[in-house]
């Protein structure tokens, strides 16, 4: 089984797309419970392929050769899973709640490679 890391993305305009943030406290706090109801149900139809359950990213801070500069992504979240092949590990994200319930705009799929010489 190959791993891979799945990133969830979200951008302000798919946040706006989906109309979350217009939506009175009483239908977002239903729709929230909706969300992670099927979000806990994907989970627990992929628990045999996940690795590492992952967690919500925070803000950013970038380390380069200008020093420490906070910055701004698109990058909401991950997980670690496993599959036969890049299309299977891809294929167990269509319709996720990240992006059919939430206001996510998608989840990017990459193989975990080895380290060269190892």
Request: hydrophobic content about 40%.
């Amino acid at each position: 089984m190959k791993k891979f890391l799945a990133v969830y993305t979200g951008t302000t305009a798919a946040r706006e797309r989906s109309g979350f943030d217009q939506l009175n406290a009483a239908d977002r706090a239903k729709l929230e419970k909706e969300g992670i109801a099927a979000w806990m149900a994907w989970g627990e139809k992929h628990k045999a392929a996940i690795v590492f359950n992952g967690d919500p990213l925070g803000k950013t801070k970038r380390a380069g050769l200008n020093g420490i500069t906070d910055i701004k992504n698109n990058l909401a979240g991950y997980i670690v899973v496993q599959a036969e092949s890049h299309e299977a590990a891809a294929k167990m994200f269509e319709g996720h709640p990240h992006f059919s319930i939430f206001p996510g705009e998608a989840v990017e799929i990459m193989e975990c490679l080895p380290i060269p010489g190892q």
